[in-house]
């Protein structure tokens, strides 16, 4: 037995055939709708390459410090053993000098040597370290030279921290 379906009066059946389906709306985009949202991140890129290239130069700038803070370690093990440490703290001044001719170049540096030499370790303000470098540079070439043991290793570790606060904090004027 079949059922049947009741008929629509034409009213209803005009209102379904019209129907249609759900519209949906474009996707939205997410490109900005102004330019000022362009010019902002032209600026904002910009200003990152700006500091980016800033940070790549100071870190160029500051090679021969990452160079000098190396050979200090090396220095270190070298004073570490009594046997070597005369000749560690001979290095020690070598890379005092290469450091400071790197940072200020030839002209002003070269010449410096004694007391002069010793005054423009000390310029950076810190009273310790100009008296910890002055104990190596002048008392450090009348010491003998067959003596392993001439520099105590109190001493010695107290110039190896003058020495290193220097190569960090020096400034080199531009």
């Known amino acids: 037995m079949e059922e049947a379906t009741p008929k629509l009066d034409p009213m209803t ?6 129907l249609r389906d759900i519209a949906i709306p474009a996707p939205v985009s ?9 010019v902002l991140a032209l600026v904002l890129l910009v200003v990152l390459a700006c500091i980016f290239l800033a ?4 870190h160029r700038a500051n090679a021969y410090r990452r ?3 190396a050979e200090m370690d090396r220095i270190d093990r070298l004073t570490r053993d009594p046997a070597t ?8 001044a070598i890379v005092l000098k290469r450091t400071a001719l790197a940072g200020w170049g030839r002209p002003p540096v070269a010449a410096l040597s004694g007391a002069a030499w ?7 303000g810190k009273a310790e370290t100009g008296k910890a470098l002055a104990a190596l540079l002048d008392d ?4 003998q030279p067959g003596d392993p ?4 290793a109190g001493e010695v570790d107290t110039l190896l921290a003058a020495a290193r606060g220097w190569i960090e904090h020096h400034h080199v004027p531009a």
Do not use: C, I, K, N
């Open 13 to 18: 059946e005009t209102a379904l055939r019209s």
């Open 30 to 38: 997410w490109m900005p709708h102004t330019w000022g949202w362009a």
């Open 55 to 58: 940070w790549l130069r100071r």
């Open 67 to 69: 160079e000098a803070l």
């Open 85 to 92: 440490r005369r000749q560690g703290m001979e290095e020690l």
């Open 118 to 124: 010793v005054d423009f370790l000390g310029e950076d």
């Open 140 to 143: 450090g070439e009348y010491r």
């Open 149 to 152: 043991g001439s520099a105590p």
